[in-house]
């Protein structure tokens, strides 16, 4: 790496090893480390959300939302970057409950997942319904009122690489 004219881009992203246990406090700490260490963009991965679904900030988690924890990485020099499952839905969001008829049922009616191969009860949206609108509402609203400058996000339900193989 040393000997390219163009050095790649740098990212941190949270998800290993923390996976969902991250916070405001860790975040903080990691986003000092990375910038230290030469990193350019910075994800959060999963686990700021309340659920997969309704994609409100778990305020337990981060107490003073987003805004200035990506404020914090853009003053280290960072891009902060975001985490989405963008076809996901937990039964229990209020999404879910309020608009059943936008996600993905087996042949028998029966409300499914086509993320993940273990049944965690998360549902796959259907992107041909009012989840399309949806979604990008929430995406617009994450960027805009959190400074936020990318999102990563994940389009496993799509494809359902979790679940079938090639």
């Given at each position: 790496?040393?000997?390219?004219?163009?050095?790649?881009?740098?990212?941190?992203?949270?998800?290993?090893?923390?996976?969902?246990?991250?916070?405001?406090?860790?975040?903080?700490?990691?986003?000092?480390?990375?910038?230290?260490?030469?990193?350019?963009?910075?994800?959060?991965?999963?686990?700021?959300?309340?659920?997969?679904?309704?994609?409100?900030?778990?305020?337990?988690?981060?107490?003073?939302?987003?805004?200035?924890?990506?404020?914090?990485?853009?003053?280290?020099?960072?891009?902060?970057?975001?985490?989405?499952?963008?076809?996901?839905?937990?039964?229990?969001?209020?999404?879910?409950?309020?608009?059943?008829?936008?996600?993905?049922?087996?042949?028998?009616?029966?409300?499914?997942?086509?993320?993940?191969?273990?049944?965690?009860?998360?549902?796959?949206?259907?992107?041909?319904?009012?989840?399309?609108?949806?979604?990008?509402?929430?995406?617009?609203?994450?960027?805009?009122?959190?400074?936020?400058?990318?999102?990563?996000?994940?389009?496993?339900?799509?494809?359902?690489?979790?679940?079938f193989d090639n």
């Open positions: 790496l040393s000997e390219l004219k163009e050095k790649p881009t740098f990212v941190y992203n949270t998800w290993n090893p923390f996976k969902k246990e991250i916070n405001e406090k860790l975040i903080m700490e990691l986003a000092k480390a990375a910038a230290d260490a030469g990193m350019k963009e910075f994800i959060i991965d999963d686990g700021w959300q309340d659920n997969y679904g309704d994609w409100g900030i778990d305020k337990k988690k981060f107490p003073n939302g987003l805004k200035p924890v990506f404020d914090y990485i853009k003053s280290l020099g960072m891009k902060p970057g975001l985490w989405v499952s963008v076809g996901s839905a937990s039964p229990e969001s209020k999404v879910y409950s309020q608009h059943p008829e936008w996600f993905v049922r087996d042949k028998n009616g029966k409300y499914g997942s086509i993320h993940t191969e273990f049944d965690d009860g998360v549902r796959s949206a259907c992107f041909s319904t009012g989840w399309k609108n949806y979604i990008r509402d929430i995406l617009l609203k994450l960027a805009l009122e959190n400074g936020l400058e990318y999102m990563k996000l994940d389009f496993a339900v799509v494809t359902s690489a979790y679940v």
